[in-house]
């Protein structure tokens, strides 16, 4: 018998990945399944990103990378967080790795000791909380919900911080729910934290981009916070590139050093046709992505609008990423087509293999009355999806 380490065991199956992997063993049976579970942009790679991989690989680059990335890509990144967000970084403080989850995984790696505290705002991104929990981390979560548009509030953050906390970690615009922190939110936060220096914060901001109110705030541009936060970004969302695996962090030198160690030990540099590439994605204006923020602002209007239509379906409007998340508590402890629902993933399973809609229970991102639908799809697809939700529902 194989015995299998303490750690893997104790380790969560990611469930948005769970639930895609069952969306297509159900499609391989031959069930027309709708996929609303995985946040991937329908899009495809920009023509011009394309061109500059294409022309790296004519320019025969296919030698392992610099473990902390090409210096031509993180003086791109330096440019982009000064454009974007008025954040002054150098070359020591700017790690790429192999996609946002593993900055996140380096950081977490190098700066969590068994029992320090994580505070988790929820609801979270997926992985969070494992992440947290595999380098012996403890996870604090606060609780958040549709009446505070699923924002932590200055005085949330102050009742969870305990002697044994060391950092804080959210996204804006987030996962699962869409919401953006404005700056005087994020200020709020700050000035929490100006009375706990020991404390550090993940801003992580993959969706920036994706952003429907048109500013963008980040936690380090308070001058008290800069030394204290690391800053994730990447390609994936806004430039279609999930596949394409290139995430980076700004941080503390001393953080970012820390970071490229861990990595220098786990997977070394990133992709190196990758990189070259979005060296050309980080030198675009945004303007260049528009187009695929109008499609998804005007899918969010389509979606919203067809679940008010729903009863016991209580939406807020979220202000970037592609994602609802409704609150469905109203259907628990009902009985649908003979099968009770007892809880978001009775819900989630429920829609799945009678709507034949792929969703993601809200379970999987701390909040349990919950469920996340990605807008991600054509709005063909959205309106037969939400056709087919309230024929299996009402």
Known sequence: MITLSD?????????????????????????????LSLGE???????????????????NYNSYTPVDGYKELKQAIIKKFKRDNNLDYTLTQIVVSTGAKQSLANVAAAMINPGDEVILPCPYWVSYNDIVKLNEGVPVEVKTSIATDFKMTAEQLEAAITPKTKMIWYSS???????VYSESELKALADVLK????????????????????????????????????????????FAMTGWRIGFIGAPAEIARACNKMQGQVTSGANCIAQRAVITAMEADPSRIHY??????????LVLNLLEDIEGFKTNSPEGAFYVFPD?????GKTLRGK????????????????????????AFGNPNCIRIS????????????QRIAKVVG
């Not at 750690?7 to 996929?35: F, P, V, Y």
């Open 7 to 35: 750690r893997i065991n104790s380790l969560s199956t990611s469930q948005t990945l769970a639930m895609a992997a069952k969306a297509r063993e159900l499609r391989e049976e031959g069930k027309d399944i709708i996929g």
């Open 41 to 59: 942009p329908d899009f495809n790679t920009p023509d011009f990103i394309k061109e500059a991989a294409i022309q790296a690989i004519n320019d």
């Open 173 to 179: 615009p987030c996962n699962p729910s869409g919401s």
């Open 195 to 238: 009375n706990y220096p020991n404390i550090y914060v993940v801003s992580d901001e993959i969706y920036e981009h994706i952003n429907f109110v048109g500013t963008h705030a980040s936690m380090a541009q308070f001058p008290e916070m800069y030394d204290r936060t690391i800053t994730v970004n990447g390609v994936s969302k806004a």
């Open 292 to 301: 695929m923020v109008d499609e998804f602002k005007k899918r969010r209007e």
């Open 328 to 332: 469905i508590s109203y259907f628990f």
């Open 340 to 363: 009770t629902i007892n809880s978001a993933t009775d819900f989630s399973m429920y829609l799945l293999e009678e709507a034949l809609v792929a969703t993601v229970t809200g379970e």
């Open 375 to 386: 807008y991600a799809a054509s709005e063909e697809q959205l309106k037969e999806a939400i």
